[in-house]
């Protein structure tokens, strides 16, 4: 098929992201299951048509730009990822075209805009399980996530936290700070301590334990992570992470929760005592999601979806429609 994949590629701002964003991989995905896929990034393009590098100035040529691309390509399918810029304008267009659209959104909960345009799909999906979508598991990529940090000798960190200041997350900080005496890092807090692209999956490989910190309000959600954590397991790296509903499904006991702060102080005291564990328990997680979570199969998910290929669509182990 020719797809035309309509979502946020970091092509220009924030590059160092698109290393490991969901958009390239899902890309990546459909590739290699034997599809043309046009990757357009509609923010990055409605800010090039921007005088002032503003999205929302923007908007009216690149919208112009991308019915220009429908028309010379002529897909058979358009995925649109979160596509907050693209107006019901173009989506009317689309469809008088009939060409078939699916959503995806990689946060929750669906934000406003999202109920005025949601009935243009086919089928939506988001990185939780919820009554008004699939499950799209987060992805790793073999040529993305190559790190293997179970199989160090030495690490540069003990303890790695990775995520932006909060009042929620500032508790967490200040706990660690206050209670666990490792050599602990963190990255992310702060303007000067962000760090992207490569240097950030070198963190994450030079940690012993790395933090996969969810934010309260997700945690009564189906399934539903931070793709933080496929950086983590994905690279081999070992996690702690808060309640994941359901987790097992996929990770069966070898994820380790933490419920609060004193568990986690418990745990992670536990895991840099008991190195041999913590090996064992990485090096299965990063088997396991490079097998179930890879980007060809949850490009082939994509498409069985599509299809509605139920027979095919049962041998994923979220599936329960």
Excluded at 24 to 35: A, D, F, P, Q, W
Excluded at 184 to 209: A, L, P
Excluded at 234 to 257: Q, R, V
Aim: a positive charge.
């Amino acid at each position: 098929m020719r797809i035309i994949h309509c979502a946020p590629f970091n092509i220009v701002t924030k590059t160092g992201g698109c290393l490991y964003s969901n958009p390239v991989k899902i890309s990546i995905g459909l590739v290699e299951n034997g599809h043309f896929v046009h990757n357009f990034d509609y923010r990055d393009i409605a800010r090039y048509f921007s005088v002032f590098k503003n999205k929302k100035n923007g908007t009216k040529k690149m919208i112009r730009h991308f019915l220009q691309i429908i028309n010379d390509i002529n897909p058979d399918l358009i995925i649109f990822g979160h596509a907050e810029l693209i107006t019901k304008e173009t989506f009317e267009y689309i469809k008088k075209k009939k060409i078939p659209m699916i959503f995806w959104y990689n946060d929750l909960p669906f934000p406003k805009y999202f109920n005025e345009i949601k009935h243009y799909f086919s089928h939506i999906l988001a990185t939780a399980y919820t009554n008004d979508s699939y499950f799209l598991p987060n992805l790793v990529h073999k040529s993305i996530e190559t790190n293997k940090s179970f199989l160090n000798k030495i690490w540069a960190n003990d303890l790695l936290f990775s995520g932006r200041y909060d009042k929620e997350r500032s508790k967490l900080i200040s706990f660690i700070k206050n209670n666990i005496h490792c050599n602990y890092r963190f990255i992310g807090d702060t303007k000067k301590s962000v760090i992207i692209g490569n240097d950030y999956f070198q963190e994450i490989t030079n940690s012993k334990i790395c933090l996969n910190h969810n934010r309260d309000f997700t945690l009564k959600y189906k399934w539903f992570t931070s793709d933080r954590l496929m950086h983590i397991l994905g690279n081999g790296s070992f996690a702690l992470s808060t309640p994941i509903i359901n987790g097992e499904d996929f990770f069966e006991n070898n994820l380790e929760y933490y419920s609060s702060l004193e568990e986690l102080r418990y745990k992670i005291e536990y895991f840099l005592e008991n190195s041999k564990k913590r090996l064992e328990k990485a090096k299965w997680l990063h088997a396991r999601v490079h097998k179930l979570f890879n980007a060809k199969r949850i490009g082939e998910y994509i498409i069985n979806l599509y299809k509605e290929d139920t027979k095919k669509l049962n041998a994923y182990e979220w599936w329960n429609d």
